[in-house]
């Protein structure tokens, strides 16, 4: 079973937190979070990894993560394993418009994976709002943000991600390959993009590709296989009368956030999220 964190540990790991900014992060609410983890499990597996805000609060012993992202999934690969090549070329970069234009240019299957991670991390902490967004074509797409002094080599940080993602295992892939790797006794945190709460609200672009109903039930298949397999499973999702149907045999539970990434000011309010488990 997972043993708690020692002081060891602790000092070797620091208290790491997220190093990107991603839609869906789950950092303003692993306070309400955090009660609903199971105290012990075996392997931590997270198929919608993010900016990882429950994988570095949890700091397991032995982790499987995924994405389907291979700019993301390759930007934690090159912090693991080769962070101080990573922290030098991030000396390299400038926080102004014309530069980080050019860099956004720069077609990321080009360039070797250290310089491709760094240019991601470049444009995720210096784009408008930190918002990682890519279009049809997988291109990423957003303004200059015009910050005054972004921090893309948060190197005390950096390095406390980087101990951290050493007790894990790095893959990129769909989320149904989870269901190949995970085994009773462990703990799987499935936090999907999100069932949009109207017609207008739909937000997936961080990805080239979209995630819709049918991905929804899908997920929900994977989700009573994993149940039934004997590992604690847990989701987040948005509160519709959709999903709610979906998962109605679990124990369902209610969570306040704060949307904090919206082009208008007046979207960036609480709002209700579902917690999903088939444990108590």
Not at 33 to 41: K, S, W
Not at 170 to 181: K, S, T, V
Not at 218 to 242: H, K
Request: hydrophobic share 40%; glycine share 8%.
């Amino acid at each position: 079973m997972n043993k708690p964190t020692t002081a060891a540990q602790k000092a070797t790991w620091g208290f790491p937190k997220p190093p990107i900014k991603w839609a869906g992060g789950k950092g303003q609410l692993l306070f309400q979070l955090a009660p609903l983890f199971p105290e012990a499990f075996d392997v931590y597996h997270e198929p919608f990894l993010g900016g990882g805000a429950v994988f570095f609060h949890l700091k397991p012993a032995r982790a499987v993560l995924m994405d389907n992202n291979r700019e993301l999934m390759g930007f934690y690969r090159v912090v693991r394993d080769e962070l101080d090549a990573l922290l030098e070329s991030l000396n390299g970069h400038r926080n102004e418009a014309a530069y980080y234009y050019a860099v956004r240019g720069i077609d990321p299957e080009t360039l070797p994976p250290v310089e491709r991670a760094s240019r991601f991390l470049y444009l995720n902490k210096t784009g408008f709002n930190g918002l990682w967004r890519v279009n049809r074509r997988g291109l990423h797409n957003v303004p200059f943000g015009r910050h005054k002094n972004p921090k893309y080599a948060d190197v005390d940080n950096l390095r406390w991600v980087s101990a951290a993602l050493r007790q894990a295992e790095i893959r990129c892939g769909d989320f149904r390959l989870a269901g190949q790797w995970v085994a009773r006794g462990d703990f799987v945190y499935l936090d999907p993009p999100y069932h949009p709460l109207s017609a207008t609200a739909n937000f997936t672009a961080y990805s080239a590709t979209s995630f819709g109903m049918e991905d929804q039930e899908r997920l929900a298949t994977m989700f009573r296989e994993m149940a039934e397999a004997g590992c604690r499973v847990m989701l987040s999702n948005s509160d519709t009368p959709f999903i709610r149907q979906l998962y109605r045999e679990f124990d369902i539970r209610t969570v306040t956030a704060r949307r904090v990434i919206n082009c208008r000011a007046s979207g960036r309010g609480p709002v209700s999220e579902l917690v999903i488990r088939n444990y108590e």
